[in-house]
T-cell receptor, first 113, second 116 residues
Framework: KQEVTQIPAALSVPEGENLVLNCSFT??????LQWFRQDPGKGLTSLLL?????REQTSGRLNASLDKSSGRSTLYIAASQPGDSATYLC????????????FGEGTQLTVNP | NAGVTQTPKFRILKIGQSMTLQCAQD?????MYWYRQDPGMGLKLIYY???????DKGEVPNGYNVSRSTTEDFPLRLELAAPSQTSVYFC???????????????FGNGTRLTVT
């Protein structure tokens, strides 16, 4: 059974700092991995999707990497801003059960001005 | 585009009551999904649909029903509400010519349901 773990559960940083969020998964037979952000009382917003054949994806100040063999992904946020404060979730899709998207519990990020 | 719209935003039900959570998308997405989010449990897939008239079970379908009569709408029905169905429900949609699980998901803002 796939398990997705995100560490740390909460992170507080000063504005301008570069930071890394971690996501690990137990079954490396994945189809793809997505990073989402969730603002309080809102739905999830897809940030980046990495296919299993890819090593990384970039969007603006965000860079996500994937090491499928070791079961790890990182989300790098450059020059953090208060508007980046949110909960960040990663989710993996299995090769064998494509409909199932297994989510981590998220990292709650606070960027202090 | 409004994206994915969910109604209502909040609802309190008594045990045994029924209700329908509405979901509509205006992006002409072919795939639609229902998730529930519980504290400390992450999101779990309830049902999904790959197109009008086609639905399939996800991880936690018991106690729920869905229909997909149009591309735009994907309502979720609770027939006999139970306290275990207290949760936040999210509808999502996606489009892909490569299959339902190969593109980013677009989420609605959720329906917060309490069953007492």
């Amino acid at each position: 059974k796939q398990e997705v773990t995100q560490i740390p559960a909460a992170l507080s940083v000063p504005e301008g700092e570069n930071l890394v969020l971690n996501c690990s998964f137990t079954d490396s037979a994945i189809y793809n991995l997505q990073w989402f952000r969730q603002d309080p009382g809102k739905g999830l917003t897809s940030l980046l999707l990495i296919q299993s054949s890819q090593r990384e994806q970039t969007s603006g100040r965000l860079n996500a990497s994937l090491d499928k063999s070791s079961g790890r992904s990182t989300l790098y946020i450059a020059a953090s801003q208060p508007g980046d404060s949110a909960t960040y979730l990663c989710a993996v899709r299995q090769e064998t059960s494509g409909s199932r998207l297994t989510f981590g519990e998220g990292t709650q990020l606070t960027v202090n001005p | 585009n409004a994206g994915v719209t969910q109604t209502p935003k909040f609802r309190i039900l008594k045990i045994g009551q029924s209700m329908t959570l509405q979901c509509a998308q205006d992006m002409n997405h072919n795939y639609m999904y229902w998730y529930r989010q519980d504290p400390g449990m992450g999101l779990k897939l309830i049902y999904y649909s790959v197109g009008a008239g086609i639905t399939d079970k996800g991880e936690v379908p018991n106690g729920y029903n869905v229909s997909r009569s149009t591309t735009e709408d994907f309502p979720l029905r609770l027939e006999l509400a139970a306290p275990s169905q207290t949760s936040v429900y999210f509808c999502a949609s996606s489009y892909s010519a490569l299959g339902p699980f190969n593109s980013p998901l677009h989420f609605g803002n959720g329906t917060r349901l309490t069953v007492t």
